[in-house]
């Protein structure tokens, strides 16, 4: 398969303390890679590494089919986004946009025209003359974002680029970024540690913890189909609710006991037949429903605590065997804390993990 | 009495804290402008009107020709040249040992704080400590070490001298200006292309002006002012404006001309001074700069 940026057997460490674990990735062209994690997991590290702004201890880094392991990053074709902007602060708008243009020695003309295509298509034409200081937050992160983009490269490194900005602009700029990939067509390599963002732009999330990728997969399937206990808890907002239990299969169908509840799991798409033993049965809060009894579903019974009314939906905190759980509702709620309710649960839609963490 | 009402700014109170403050400062005021006023008259007055000691008098008129005679007409032992040659003498040896040393110290601390080259806690360190042993433990092997290469008693020997002695301090103030520049600035720069010096050039030094200002500002008055370390290795040709100052005053044949003697000091103080009242804003600015970002 042909691949634009591929990372054979990488590891990077330093001493003893190993930061990313002979890791193997390969990002198709065109596709919109989105590394996501806690912080010290390792995404920019591995970022940094794919630039070559950052040593590594063993391993190999692909280019455009193009070994780049010991390449300066200049001659790695990327262009490069940083969370603080790194704008230069005493160059106006255009200077900084033509930087990397001037110092490959490009004859004049050529980089004007391109430094004019490129504030054209971000909207930065007015503010050429503009010092980094004079522009406002969403302003600036265009700019590091044109800066990348003039330079005409396959791939596009995004360190949080979004992490800086007020809530606002972060959406408006996301869009953007999404827009730009449509349009443009290049390889994006996206960090971040908001799953929003994550879920919203990328083709594929890489999420990652301690160095190792957790789950490599397409953002329907992280969010409904999420590999491990780690990956269940990272993703989603509220998270996932979590009942310990036990799986027994001792009846012929297999079902899940906790003290005080007991599934059917026929429903459930097993990845491998079930066997008896400790698990952990996960279920997302919009895959509860509040009338259980009229749905037919299993329910799981217990007292309102908390309402949170957020316009177009609610979420509902009910208290349920010395555990709190949340519910999403669309529109609004009537329902006060104090008030009984008995959601049903839609087991094809829920996550088993069992004693190891790894998913059922 | 009725409680006044709070509305608007709160009234500003004269306390007894604040007016002995503004004692303090107005001694402290007199305590430093006093000695200047002393010699600023002195220097204007003939030697019969100073021997009446009266030394806070005004003179009863203005005689200029002390300053004429201590710049050029003074005499140092036998020689009656006056102190100009020692002005253009510190002039020949500040100019380039400011140049030199600040160079080399923002380049130091611009690869020690953005490169981190392997080592470079221990070389920081090490220069640190270069900067904390007094000179003077220096100044026999330093002797021997410029006669070896053949640079005693030259102005060069003199120049290579202040760039090493200022370095420490030089890079101490790059290195903490630099570091808190953020890395990925040098990050951005390499991805676009850009190397060690054109980084250094293009991005961090403009950065860097106030700095720049300060530590040339600081690296002036410490050269121009240094007296050890001129008398030692500059040689006879190349005696800085303080060593020759020291002369005129310290001779001992004659009459002591003490107009002379005050004309000559405020000359050679002259130059640091005019540096501070012409950039002091800057020298505020940029030294607030580090502390707010050090």
Excluded at chain 1, 325 to 351: E, F, H, N, Q, Y
Aim: positive net charge; contains cysteine; charged residues 15%.
């Amino acid at each position: 398969m042909q691949s634009a940026v591929s990372i054979k057997d990488l590891k990077i460490a330093y001493g003893d303390n190993t930061v990313i674990e002979k890791m193997s990735l390969d990002i198709a062209p065109k596709e919109f890679l989105v590394l996501l994690g806690p912080s010290g997991c390792g995404k920019s590290t591995l970022l940094n590494a794919i630039a070559g702004l950052q040593d590594i201890t063993s391993g190999e880094i692909w280019i455009s089919d193009k070994n780049v392991t010991w390449e300066e990053p200049k001659d790695r074709g990327i262009g490069m986004v940083f969370q603080s902007y790194a704008l230069y602060p005493r160059m106006s708008v255009r200077k900084n946009l033509s930087f990397g243009l001037r110092v490959a020695g490009l004859p004049k003309a050529e980089i004007e025209a391109r430094v004019a295509r490129t504030a054209a298509l971000l909207h930065l034409d007015k503010l050429l003359d503009r010092r980094p200081a004079e522009l406002s937050g969403g302003q600036r992160q265009r700019v590091a974002i044109g800066r990348a983009l003039v330079r005409q490269v396959d791939v596009f490194l995004f360190d949080e680029p979004l992490s800086n900005l007020d809530a606002k602009l972060r959406n408006e700029l996301r869009v953007e970024i999404k827009k730009l990939h449509q349009s443009l067509g290049n390889t994006m390599i996206y960090v971040t540690h908001d799953q929003v963002e994550a879920l919203t732009l990328a083709d594929r999330i890489a999420i990652m913890r301690d160095g190792v990728i957790q789950q490599l997969a397409s953002p329907s399937e992280i969010y409904h189909r999420p590999a491990n206990l780690f990956v269940a808890g990272f993703i989603g907002a509220p998270a996932m609710n979590f009942i310990e239990g036990r799986i027994e299969t001792a009846n012929g169908s297999p079902t899940f006991q906790s003290n005080e509840l007991s599934f059917d799991l026929s429903g459930y798409g097993f990845k491998t037949p079930p066997v008896s033993g400790q698990a952990t049965l996960g279920f997302r809060p919009d895959h509860l429903v509040l009338d259980g009894a009229a749905s037919g579903l299993p329910t799981i019974p217990g007292r309102i605590s908390v309402v949170e009314p957020m316009g177009s939906e609610a979420v509902l905190w009910f208290d349920w065997a010395k555990q709190t759980l949340s519910l999403r509702l669309m529109g609004d709620v009537t329902l006060l804390p104090g008030d009984a309710l008995s959601p049903g649960l839609d087991i094809s839609k829920a996550s088993l993990f069992g004693a190891d963490g790894s998913r059922l | 009495m009725a409680r006044l009402h709070p509305n608007g700014p709160k009234p500003t109170q004269i306390t007894a804290g604040r007016i002995g403050l503004y004692v303090f400062l107005l001694v402290a005021v007199l305590f430093f402008t006093l000695p200047l006023y002393t010699m600023v008259v002195t220097s204007l007055k003939t030697m019969d009107e100073i021997r009446l000691g009266q030394i806070f008098s005004l003179p009863s008129k203005l005689d200029f020709s002390a300053w004429t005679t201590a710049w050029s007409g003074a005499c140092m032992g036998t020689v009656c040249v006056g102190i100009r040659s020692g002005f253009w003498n510190s002039l020949a040896i500040t100019i380039p040992s400011v140049a030199l040393s600040v160079f080399v110290g923002a380049v130091n601390g611009y690869a020690l704080s953005l490169w981190r080259p392997r080592g470079a806690s221990v070389l920081f360190g090490l220069l640190m400590a270069g900067g904390l042993i007094p000179y003077q433990i220096f100044l026999y092997p330093m002797v021997r070490a410029m006669a070896t290469v053949g640079l005693y008693n030259s102005l060069a020997g003199i120049i290579l001298v202040h760039v090493i002695f200022g370095l420490p301090l030089v890079t101490l103030l790059f290195r903490n200006y630099f570091v808190s520049v953020p890395e990925e600035l040098c990050k951005a720069a390499r991805v676009d292309g850009a190397g060690f010096w054109r980084i250094f050039f293009e991005i961090m030094l403009p950065i860097a002006v106030p700095m720049v200002v300060v530590v040339s500002m600081l690296q002036f008055t410490g050269i121009w002012n240094d007296f050890l370390l001129g008398l030692v290795f500059a040689g006879r040709d190349n005696l800085p404006m303080t060593v020759q100052l020291n002369n005129i005053v310290n001779t001992t044949m004659g009459e002591r001309t003490y107009n002379v003697n005050m004309a000559a000091t405020i000359l050679t103080a002259l130059v640091p001074l005019a540096i501070y009242f012409l950039s002091g804003r800057w020298f505020v600015r940029g030294i607030a700069a580090g502390a707010v970002k050090g």
